[in-house]
């Protein structure tokens, strides 16, 4: 069975860095996608950045383009965000998730297309 963990979370100013890491364990598996979400308390599981594993092709949440950035190694079998500029309203438990099938009608920014999930990381950015 595969698991995700994130890992990488944690408290920081405003303006300041993190970097989390999302490693699969278990079996072998491919994938054709993961991504990161996020959820603040009190809203919904949103979406942030999305990569394709095999062409490298992202997307973003237009509040993160130009300070987050999502990247993936392959030879690690781990999923990475690296979040700049951080702002407050970044604060959330952010989840990796992985689209272990290819489908022409995946829509890489619904998490209802994701089948496989993390147990998801606390990020604070404090003002």
């Known amino acids: 069975q595969v698991q995700l963990v994130e890992s990488g979370g944690g408290l920081v100013q405003a303006g300041g860095s993190l970097r989390l890491s999302c490693a699969a364990s278990?079996?072998?598996?491919?994938?054709?996608?993961m991504g990161w979400f996020r959820q603040a308390p009190g809203k919904e599981r949103e979406f942030v950045a999305a990569i394709t594993w095999s062409s490298g092709n992202t997307w973003y949440k237009d509040s993160v383009k130009g300070r987050f950035g999502i990247s993936r190694d392959d030879a690690k079998n781990t999923l990475y965000l690296q979040m700049n500029s951080l702002k407050p309203e970044d604060t959330a438990v952010y989840y990796c998730a992985a689209v272990s099938t290819y489908y022409s009608r995946t829509n890489y920014l619904e998490a209802a297309h994701y089948d496989l999930w993390g147990q998801g990381t606390q990020v604070t950015v404090s003002s």
């Open positions: 278990g079996r072998t598996f491919s994938r054709d996608a």
